[in-house]
């Protein structure tokens, strides 16, 4: 009876939110960026003017809507940047990785590949897999650059490596998460760095109760711990129970 109510709880969503999607397309670059900066700072994080927001800024090479997506999402990931493990140790600026991300991130969304992130909470998925990619890849690059600055073939080798890497790795954490429960509360936790309680408080329904969400969550934990790439940086920043 329990799984039947959530069952149509999950289906009377996803209805109203293909109407709330037919009624944001309509709407002005202007109209879903105040939309969509309102959502953000309220933590309504699958707000429909945001994904479509996203849509054209990346699918359709709009300008205007890329750049009030970074002006909504880049606290976000100026705050991913800061809490990186290794941030300290490359000397720069927060600001100078939150570019980057954004670069990269254009790079590897952009046009049909857009189709593959069908939600708001996949493209900032990739946006943190994105922080932790330019970190990274900064420090090797500054070992190597003392001996001899890289080529332009070898930059844009890199950039491409780069963009295969976060792609295999987004595969492995659906792999690793076959369900979409799962795969919802990891990325509440992961990405978006709510605790529990908030996710119980923004969510109700798919928990019954903290202690059903702590239980699911512990066993998130263990199954990403198998995987190294996961246990190296995904679970440097666990949430708190």
């Not at 927001?53 to 300008?63: D, T």
């Not at 049909?112 to 708001?120: D, E, Q, T």
Request: with cysteine.
């Amino acid at each position: 009876m329990i799984l039947c109510k959530r069952y149509e709880r999950l289906r009377s969503r996803d209805f109203e939110y293909e109407v709330t999607m037919s009624v944001v397309e309509r709407l002005s670059v202007e109209q879903l960026a105040q939309q969509c900066a309102e959502a953000v700072e309220a933590a309504h994080f699958e707000q429909p003017s945001c994904y479509e927001l996203m849509r054209r800024a990346f699918a359709e090479y709009n300008v205007d809507a890329l750049t009030h997506v970074y002006q909504c999402y880049e606290q976000q990931v100026r705050t991913w940047v800061k809490g990186h493990n290794h941030f300290a140790r490359t000397g720069e600026s927060a600001e100078y990785f939150v570019r980057k991300t954004f670069s990269l991130c254009y790079f590897a969304l952009r046009g049909p590949r857009f189709a593959h992130f069908p939600s708001v909470g996949h493209v900032l998925a990739y946006l943190k897999l994105s922080v932790h990619s330019v970190i990274t890849q900064y420090l090797r690059d500054k070992r190597l650059w003392r001996v001899s600055p890289p080529s332009t073939e070898a930059l844009e080798f890199s950039d491409l490596s780069r963009e295969i890497q976060l792609a295999e790795m987004w595969t492995n954490l659906c792999t690793l998460l076959p369900d979409e429960r799962d795969r919802l509360l990891a990325r509440y936790v992961f990405v978006l760095d709510l605790k529990p309680r908030q996710i119980i408080e923004l969510y109700p329904g798919l928990w019954n109760d903290l202690r059903e969400l702590s239980i699911a969550l512990y066993r998130i934990r263990q199954v990403l711990r198998s995987d190294e790439t996961f246990r190296q940086w995904l679970l440097t920043d666990d949430a708190t129970v």
